[in-house]
Nanobody, 119 residues
Framework: QIQLVESGGGSVQTGGSLRLSCAAS????????MGWFRQTPGEPRDFVAS????????YYGNFVKGRFTLSRDTAKNMLYLQMNNLKPEDTAVYYC????????????WGQGTQVTVFS
């Protein structure tokens, strides 16, 4: 059973930083990609960043503009999202996802972690 567990969310002042973590289990499972998405109430889930697992190519949503950095630790089976210069509009629930069954489709998700940025 594939599980993704996010952590690291919280409340931070405008301009602050947070580092989100996603722990994936079991230790080894095949995946095409993993990524971060975010969602606010009543809105669709927005793409934040992703990594093609085999190639290592990283992609970011347009709004990131150099503020966020995705990284991974394959030995620990962890995915991270370093978020700097946070803004109130970054407030959302952040989700970790994995493309397992076929490329381009996220079919496993974590439970989400809340990020709140206050001014």
């Amino acid at each position: 059973q594939i599980q993704l567990v996010e952590s690291g969310g919280g409340s931070v002042q405008t301009g602050g930083s947070l580092r989100l973590s996603c722990a994936a289990s079991p230790r080894t499972f095949s995946r095409y990609a993993m990524g971060w998405f975010r969602q606010t109430p009543g809105e669709p889930r927005d793409f934040v960043a992703s990594i093609a697992w085999r190639e290592g190519n990283i992609y970011y949503g347009n709004f990131v503009k150099g503020r966020f950095t995705l990284s991974r630790d394959t030995a620990k089976n962890m995915l991270y999202l370093q978020m700097n210069n946070l803004k109130p509009e970054d407030t959302a629930v952040y989700y970790c996802g994995a493309q397992v069954k076929k490329p381009g489709e996220y079919d496993y998700w974590g439970q989400g972690t809340q990020v709140t940025v206050f001014s």
